[in-house]
């Protein structure tokens, strides 16, 4: 992967970027030296080779669920979701039937939404990937009561344990005293990393793995975009820092809101983890860069006349993929009605590449800083790259603005009202 931040210079001077990278290198030494905020939860920097460690356990578990039934229902909500649904969603083919399904629960309170899944469910074997650090999580819990129910239901209550993996805490919280009582398979969340930075712990990696993916691939990408982001030697070679201080200069300037776009809809759900990431790190203590994602071209028929000419506080991080492997060519068309034929030959991709060059041109022009990351392909070694990158850059990004970009107090506040509202013991 790559960075491009030309389309920024006639926002921010080459002089101002040199200084926010000098200072975003001063603040990957506090973070690689463990001296910043937070230093307890370190301990996703070092994932790509710790995982590596980890994956032929879960190929296997993955290989077991597969061959056992047909769907997997993976519950979780917030980076105990977030980071497989993303990768997931930016590596299947949207039309295929896949050989084995993997569904999402337990990350809201629909019920219409729990009851469909419940009567998709009905008198099936599937198994439940049950995911939470805590344990304790309202959502996924009582998904988990609901699907555990009918698993009893559809298997009896002595053959369900085969068909549900817990990922929680290693001695902590219900959900590991669940595990542990009923005889589940289990892996743990490290203490030392928070979940919306745990897409290469199990957390993200059997779920990837059981949708049929190449883990091993995923986590050779963040190896190797982890040697050059750690790197704080050459630090104008390193991505991170350009796109922490970037970000940084921007907000100073007044541009609060960062647009993440993209022109491939299998990344949608990877700009939702983007939001998590860089939202739950930066926004608090009346601080931080507003995350917003959009798809393009889609989203141009909606929000481009905002993006492109409401207020001045967007800045647009464009994810920009090089390769696509199938082709699609335009025809000629005898009659040409359309006046299609002037592109007639060419792929969609290069159609899309020319929407892309030409939003950008535009938004530039209407004052919109623009930040290209380029990647490769849409496959796992280039999305592994691109999530460590993200990770770092946050935490690098975080500490420049004066946070610590490994807590979330703010999200506690609506469970307190809701556990009284519903009447709960002690609150
Ligand atoms: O990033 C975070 O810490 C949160 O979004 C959590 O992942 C989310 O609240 C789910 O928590 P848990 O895994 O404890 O159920």
Redesign the pocket.
């Known amino acids: 992967m790559w960075i491009d931040y030309s389309n920024c210079l006639k926002f921010v001077s080459e002089k101002e970027i040199a200084h926010g990278q000098k200072n975003a290198k001063t603040q990957l030494e506090h973070l690689l030296s463990g001296k910043g905020k937070g230093n307890d939860f370190l301990g996703w920097i070092t994932l790509p080779e710790d995982s590596a460690l980890l994956t032929a356990r879960i190929n296997k578990t993955a290989e077991r669920l597969r061959s056992q039934a047909a769907i997997s229902v993976v519950v979780?909500?917030?980076?105990?979701y977030l980071g497989s649904k993303a990768v997931i969603e930016a590596l299947s083919d949207p039309f295929a039937k896949a050989q084995h399904q993997v569904l999402f629960a337990g990350h809201h309170l629909s019920e219409s939404y729990h009851s469909k899944l419940i009567s998709l469910l009905e008198g099936k074997a599937f198994n439940i990937i049950v995911?939470?650090?805590?344990?304790?999580?309202t959502e996924?819990a009582l998904a988990f009561r609901l699907l555990k129910d009918l698993l009893t239901e559809n298997l009896g209550k002595n053959n369900i344990s085969s068909h549900i993996v817990a990922i929680t805490d290693s001695s902590r919280g219900a959900l590991r005293e669940m595990a542990d009582r009923e005889g589940y398979e289990s892996y743990i969340i490290p203490d030392n990393i928070?979940?919306?930075y745990s897409v290469l712990t199990p957390v993200g990696l059997l779920p990837v793995a059981t949708a049929g993916f190449n883990i091993n691939s995923l986590i050779e990408g963040a190896a190797e975009i982890a040697a050059v982001t750690r790197d704080n030697n050459n630090p104008l070679t390193n991505p991170a820092l350009s796109y922490a201080a970037l970000r940084n200069i921007l907000l100073q300037k007044g541009y609060s809101v960062e647009m993440l776009v993209n022109y491939e809809p299998g990344l949608h759900y990877l700009a939702e983890w983007w939001k998590?990431l860089f939202g739950?790190s930066e926004g608090k203590d009346g601080k931080g860069i507003f995350p917003a994602s959009a798809s393009l071209t889609t989203d141009l028929h909606s929000l481009g006349q905002y993006i492109q000419d409401g207020q001045r506080f967007i800045f647009e991080t464009v994810l920009s993929v090089n390769n696509t492997d199938e082709k699609v060519l335009i025809p000629f068309d005898q009659a040409d009605t359309d006046k299609l034929n002037y592109i007639a030959g060419k792929s969609l991709s290069e159609v899309n590449k020319k929407a892309e060059e030409g939003t950008i041109m535009a938004h530039v022009d209407g004052g919109v800083p623009v930040i290209r990351i380029e990647l490769r392909e849409l496959k796992e070694h280039a999305i592994g790259e691109l999530m460590y990158f993200f990770e770092i850059s946050c935490a690098v990004s975080g500490y420049v603005l004066g946070v610590n970009p490994f807590d979330?107090p703010g999200?506690e506040a609506y469970k307190t009202n809701m556990f009284r509202l519903l009447g709960k013991e002690g609150y």
């Open positions: 979780g909500i917030g980076g105990s995911i939470s650090k805590s344990g304790t999580t996924p928070g979940g919306r998590q739950e979330q999200v």
